[in-house]
């Protein structure tokens, strides 16, 4: 039966979409069958970081909604065999999910793969409720700005009152990601140190992302960070959360792109 792990966030536009690619990835290429779940109905922006866009034909409203069948509407990455995607529609509305609908796929994930990672669209309406309800563990993804911050606080309160987990009377597993971060911003007090962070969520890191063009040149070209350049600070930061995820005692550092450019450097000299 596989774990399932929501990418969450109250704020928009802090990398959960980046996250999900880069951890579905980064456990695949550790040998883990993983299915990413795009839960961002009318918007659908997994596809395209995950570089399959073009191979959509069913999607998840299609499976809810008994239109297509799971194995129909799941696309095998190229690059990964034991990475799948499942994409949201972008011509549908979110209240086109319903609870047995959404409860009926997720058993049947559960059963497929190792894995099964919930893209959350950001916020507190129906799509982002429908992603963590089923969830064992949470990722938090919030950017080091008070907004932010206090955007993700509140979903915490949502994980602790609005899952099957607190249904049960169990604990939610939550972890933080840190994205877009630059400890010499931090320094000078242009953004939050990672410390204020944490105090005022007072959840597990799971990893710092550092700011880097890596990030964007990934997404520009539909792959992952973690395999589009498994070198880069972002990329290596992402790999270090997954083996926190599976178990690993990993030292938490902020990774920089100096060492990924000096192998570039000896790559070409090599060369």
Not at 75 to 87: A, G, M, Q, T, V
Request: charged letters at 25%; aromatic letters at 2%.
């Amino acid at each position: 039966m596989a774990k399932v792990l929501v990418v969450t966030s109250g704020k928009g536009g802090v990398g959960k979409t980046t996250t999900t690619a880069a951890l579905g990835a980064a456990l695949a290429q550790a040998g883990q069958s993983v299915a990413v779940v795009d839960f961002d109905v009318g918007l659908r922006n997994l596809d395209l970081v995950m570089g399959a866009e073009r191979r959509v034909v069913y999607d998840l409203i299609n499976v809810v909604n008994g239109d297509a069948k799971l194995n129909q509407a799941l696309i095998r990455d190229k690059r990964l065999e034991n990475l799948s995607l499942l994409p949201a529609s972008q011509t549908r509305d979110k209240d086109a999910l319903t609870d047995e609908g959404v409860a009926k796929v997720m058993e049947e994930l559960r059963e497929k793969f190792d894995w099964v990672i919930c893209d959350s669209p950001a916020g507190i309406e129906r799509g982002a409720t429908l992603a963590m309800r089923h969830a064992d563990l949470a990722v938090v993804v919030t950017n080091p700005e008070v907004s932010s911050v206090r955007d993700s606080d509140r979903i915490i309160g949502l994980l602790d009152s609005k899952t099957l987990k607190a249904e049960r009377g169990e604990v939610m597993e939550k972890h933080l990601i840190l994205t877009r971060y630059d400890p010499a911003r931090a320094d000078r007090g242009d953004m939050l140190k990672v410390d204020d962070v944490l105090e005022i969520l007072s959840i597990p890191l799971l990893a710092i992302i550092p700011e880097s063009l890596e990030v964007l040149r990934a997404s520009n070209v539909g792959c992952p960070v973690t395999m589009n350049n498994p070198l880069s600070a972002p990329a290596r930061a992402y790999i270090d959360a997954v083996r926190r995820l599976k178990g690993d005692t990993v030292p938490m550092t902020v990774p920089s792109d100096k060492k990924s450019l000096l192998n570039k450097l000896f790559t070409r000299r090599a060369a």
